[in-house]
């Protein structure tokens, strides 16, 4: 029988039990919106931590956009999958409108959900990148990559649930990978959900509006 998640709240419960035991000296949260939020939002408020957003958004193949074949964030440059271009014969730069289109579209939400609070400092934080799974990993080897480049003292993805083969390859540019489940029958994250309702652009701000600490890191009760 399938070991399956009530919802993004149990998922976040039960990855927080995890993630409290593996905590650095200065954490921090990055949701991936928006399906991470839930999940990001009751490990940070488990644990005590401050919680912020790392904004994704995948850039799909010409004529299939459901398809990703790259991934980009508000302020850094795109990463593709080189294998699949080169496997649909694309080069990089008959995307870049579509990466353009993506990363203004990352920034609106980015604006959309911090509102006027300032960006978290990464720099020198242990920091934890949460999702609500893994299904390719290119959107969080995307938002990894971005968090690596502001220089923090860790970086960690934790997702509850995610394909063993998009698990495995995120070892190159994450300290440590913490994923509960990685069912050789992954399929899909919504699978291993008995709910996975879509997460609105209002479910998000709410969620952030009542984040633990605040977005420099104050306020948060300390870990334990």
Not at 42 to 67: F, H, N, Q
Not at 158 to 173: E, T
Request: hydrophobic share 40%.
């Amino acid at each position: 029988m399938r070991d399956v998640f009530r919802d993004r709240r149990d998922a976040g419960e039960r990855l927080a039990r995890v993630v409290r035991a593996q905590l650095g000296p200065n954490p921090l949260v990055l949701a991936m919106p928006r399906g991470g939020v839930p999940v990001a939002e009751r490990v940070a408020e488990a644990v005590g931590v401050p919680l912020d957003v790392v904004v994704v958004r995948k850039i799909g193949a010409p004529g299939s956009p459901e398809t990703a074949i790259g991934a980009v964030t508000a302020d850094d440059p795109p990463l593709f999958d080189q294998r699949a271009l080169d496997l649909l014969g694309i080069p990089e730069e008959r995307l870049a409108d579509m990466a353009e289109e993506q990363r203004e579209e990352a920034r609106r939400r980015v604006r959309a959900y911090r509102g006027d609070a300032p960006e978290a400092e990464v720099t020198g934080r242990d920091v934890v990148v949460i999702d609500d799974g893994l299904a390719t990993g290119m959107s969080a080897r995307a938002a990894l990559t971005a968090v690596r480049s502001r220089r923090p003292a860790s970086v960690v993805l934790a997702v509850p649930v995610g394909s063993p083969n998009a698990v495995h390859a995120l070892a190159d540019v994450s300290d440590r990978v913490i994923c509960l489940e990685t069912p050789p029958d992954f399929g899909a994250v919504s699978l291993w959900y008995e709910e996975f309702p879509q997460v609105t652009d209002d479910e998000v701000r709410e969620l952030m509006a009542r984040r633990p600490g605040g977005p420099d890191g104050s306020g948060g009760a300390p870990p334990g």
